[in-house]
C-alpha cells in the first residue's frame, strides 16, 4: 500500500482530467492499525448480519433502513425531502418538493430492484447500468443517459469545467476502467478482503465518474449491492449513506486525499469507521425495534376482538409508519367506521398520533418507531 499511485493528472488544453490507474492486480496490506481496524469492521459486521436469523419478519423493517438510505444518500446530492415527507404519496406532497420527492422515491425503487436482480445478476456494470436507469427514470437526470455510461466529459464543482473541483477521465478509457473494476470485484485468485475492495471500488466508481448524473448515489448503493452478492450480509442492512452525510466534508477530503496524495491507508480507515459506527447503530435499532414489537403486541392484546385486524395495521405500519383512514381500512379489510374505530384505539394506546391538524385528509404516524431511524 506504501507503493499505491491512484493515477496521474493529464492536460486536456485549458483543464486536466484525472486518469487512474487499474485495480486489478495483487494487494498487500502493511498497516498493523488498519488490520484492527478491519477486524473491528468484520465482528461489527458479522454481529449486525446474525440479526438476518432471529428477528422475526426481517423484511418488514428493512424497508424503512432502504427509505433512510435513500434520503442521505439524495440528501448529500441537495435534495431535501426528509423521511416523513418521503412516506408521503405523491399528491400529498407540496408542489414545490415533488421533485426532490421523486427523486427519493427513484433510489428506493433502484435499490429494491437491484437487490432483487441480484438473484440472477453478478455485481457487473450490467447490474449497475440497470440500477442507474431505474435511478433516472423520470426525474431531473431523465435527459442525461439514464443506464448508459456517458460519450462526454463531466466535472465536478465549478460553473464550467475551466474552474472545476475535479474532472474524471476521458469517457473513451471508461469501458476499461469499468471492466478492470468488475475483474477486481470478482478476483478469488489474489486474496483481498471483502470490506477493503468495496471500499476501494467505491473510491475508483466515484473517480472514474461513468454517468453523466447519478454517480455518487449510485456509488453508495453499490456497497450496499456488493456485501449482498458477496454473501457477507444475507439481506441488505447496513447503508453508509447516513454516515457519509454526517461526515460530509471528510467523506469528500478523504476521496480528493488519495487521488492527490495517494493516501490509500486514510482513505481505508474512514470507511471502516463508518461500517463500524453504522453497524452498531443499525444494532442498536433492531435492539430497539425488538423491544417495541412487544410493546406494541401487548397493548393490541387489550383490544379484544379487534386484535386481529390491529396486527394486520401493525405489520403495514412497519413498513411505512404514515397512513390514513382509507389505508386502515384497506390494510384490515374494514369498513370505514371500523377504521376511524381502530384509529382511535392506536391513539389511545399511544401508537399513532395524528400530524396534519386538519379536518379531512388526516395522516397518522408511528411516531415510537419513526425515531429509532431518525
Known amino acids: 500500500m506504501k507503493k499505491f499511485q491512484a493515477g496521474r493528472y493529464i492536460q486536456q488544453g485549458h483543464y486536466r482530467s484525472f486518469q ?3 485495480m486489478n492486480r495483487a494487494w498487500t496490506i502493511d ?5 484492527q481496524l478491519l477486524g473491528k469492521a468484520d465482528r461489527e459486521l458479522g454481529r449486525l448480519d446474525m440479526y438476518s436469523d432471529y428477528v422475526p419478519n426481517l423484511a418488514l423493517f428493512i424497508q424503512m433502513h432502504v427509505l433512510k438510505e435513500a434520503t442521505q444518500s439524495s440528501k448529500i446530492e441537495g435534495t431535501q425531502t426528509n423521511m416523513e415527507e418521503a412516506l408521503l404519496d405523491k399528491e400529498d406532497v407540496a408542489l414545490d418538493k415533488r421533485d426532490d420527492w421523486e427523486e427519493v422515491q427513484n433510489y428506493v425503487a433502484a435499490m ?4 432483487e436482480k441480484l438473484q440472477s445478476l453478478p455485481f457487473s456494470a450490467r447490474l449497475i447500468k440497470e440500477t442507474h436507469r431505474t435511478l433516472l427514470q423520470g426525474v431531473r ?4 443517459m439514464p443506464g448508459e455510461f456517458r460519450e462526454s466529459q463531466n466535472w465536478i464543482g465549478g460553473a ?3 474552474d472545476a473541483v475535479f474532472v474524471p477521465p476521458v469517457h473513451t478509457s471508461i469501458g476499461e476502467l469499468i471492466g478492470d473494476l468488475e475483474k477486481f470485484a ?9 470490506l477493503l475492495k468495496i471500499a476501494l471500488i467505491h473510491y475508483q466508481f466515484e473517480t472514474i465518474h461513468p454517468f453523466l448524473d447519478g454517480n455518487g448515489r449510485v456509488g453508495r448503493l453499490m456497497i450496499t449491492l456488493y456485501l449482498v452478492s458477496k454473501r457477507i450480509l444475507k439481506q441488505p442492512v447496513l447503508y453508509l449513506s447516513d454516515f457519509f452525510e454526517r461526515n460530509r466534508s471528510h467523506y469528500y477530503d478523504n476521496l480528493n486525499r488519495m487521488r492527490d496524495k495517494n493516501d490509500l491507508v486514510r482513505w481505508f480507515k474512514f470507511f471502516l469507521v463508518g461500517v463500524i459506527e453504522t453497524a452498531q447503530s443499525g444494532i442498536a435499532t433492531f435492539d430497539n425495534i425488538l423491544k417495541l414489537q412487544k410493546q406494541v403486541e401487548a397493548q393490541i392484546q387489550t383490544l379484544g376482538s379487534r386484535a386481529s385486524n390491529a396486527q394486520k395495521v401493525v405489520n403495514y405500519l412497519y413498513q411505512r409508519p404514515l397512513l390514513d383512514a382509507a389505508k386502515v381500512g384497506e390494510v384490515a379489510g374494514v369498513s370505514p367506521a371500523s377504521a376511524y374505530k381502530l ?3 392506536f391513539e389511545q394506546l ?25
Not at 141 to 144: D, L, N, V
Not at 186 to 194: G, I, K, L, T, V
Request: net charge negative; hydrophobic share 30%.
Open 350 to 374: 399511544g401508537i399513532l398520533k395524528e400530524i396534519t391538524g386538519g379536518k379531512r385528509g388526516k395522516h397518522y404516524l408511528f411516531d415510537d418507531y419513526l425515531k429509532l431511524f431518525r
Open 186 to 194: 470478482h478476483n478469488d485468485e489474489q486474496y483481498f478482503p471483502e
Open 160 to 162: 464550467t469545467i475551466s
Open 141 to 144: 437526470g431523465k435527459h442525461k
Open 343 to 345: 384509529i382511535a384505539d
Open 31 to 35: 498497516d498493523m492499525g488498519l488490520i
Open 112 to 115: 429494491n430492484e437491484a437487490i
Open 20 to 22: 487512474p490507474n487499474l
